[in-house]
């Protein structure tokens, strides 16, 4: 039988989805991983939650970031923050899952993926609702046809008012705004019913002059070679949205806990067609684990990481058109 990989595996920062989610999937992962520090820039704070996940606290970034013994880490930090560990990461030779948004430019991911490719290194943006069994059944259900030929995607996600307004969110130094942190969930799952050949075809922003960050937008991504579309809304201080409609020539699904379905939640998906309202409820699932297996596998079974360096251009590519096409509106 063959050995499992272990990888030691370094966390930067103690942001609420590390603490809640993340680092309690990588530790009930021990065939898989070894959590083996956590750095934070109030060591204190490191000290805290290292003495009860049993691992070490470091005193800063860069440290963690240079001990050899680690061979990846989990980058929770602002946006604005991640290109420059992200690239000092891929620099000392470690395998990156990073929150998204990757990169805050296009350039900037440009070069991140440049540097892991060259030394084939896993870079993983989070995106974990693509590791939802939800989505793979919607997925199975428009292939075999239950709704017929897809005609219109539409996506919506955006949430209340974030209770403290020093969130780093409302921060334009830290690469805050609704497109990076909400939009850009649209633009992941967009190519999943449209392909990749698709463009940016229209885009509106609003910004919050007190902050400097935009707050709520819109946009309609296309096909390039086709007419198919999804048109998609998010926003910040908005009524609380997580859907998902796909229309067809014969009926519609719906979901509206697409990107957000917790490990304790069984999604529901609607089917509506001309024989009636059919809801399946489909079994609960932790897309956190999900995503972490990937992501080894990613590093010790050879997986394909050119299709994340890609996905990950792409990704870039449309969130760079979308800032492109609003700035002109």
Known sequence: MKKKYILNIGVLGAANIATRSVIPSIISLSDMFKLTGLASRDLSKAKSLTDSYGCKAYESYETLLAEPSIDAVYIPLPNALHFPYVKMALEHNKHVLVEKSLGCSLKEVDELVDIASKNNLALLENFQFRFHSQLQTILQLVKNGEIGDLRS?????????????????????????????????????????????????????????????????????????????????????????????????????????????????????????????????????????????????????????????????????????????????
């Open 153 to 329: 995607v539409q996506v919506a996600f955006g949430f209340p008012p974030f209770p403290d307004s020093n969130n780093i969110r409302y921060k334009q130094e830290l690469g805050g705004g609704a497109l990076l942190d909400a939009g850009a969930y649209a633009m992941k799952i967009a190519p999943y019913f449209l392909g990749d050949d698709i463009v940016m075809a229209h885009a509106s922003m609003a910004n919050d002059l007190s902050s400097g960050v935009d707050i709520w937008g819109a946009g309609v991504l296309k096909q390039k070679k086709s007419s198919l579309c999804c048109q998609f809304s998010y926003g910040f201080d908005n009524f609380y949205q997580c859907s998902l409609e796909l229309w067809g020539s014969k009926g519609k699904l719906s979901t509206n806990r697409i990107f957000t379905a917790p490990p304790s939640i069984e999604p529901k998906i609607i089917i509506e067609t001309n024989n009636g309202v059919q809801e399946q409820i489909l079994p609960a699932d932790n897309h956190y684990i999900n995503m972490l297996k990937y992501f080894h596998s990613l590093i010790a079974d050879g997986g394909n990481k050119s299709a994340e360096y890609e996905g990950n251009i792409l990704q870039a590519n449309l969130v760079h058109q979308f800032k492109d096409i609003a700035s002109k509106c």
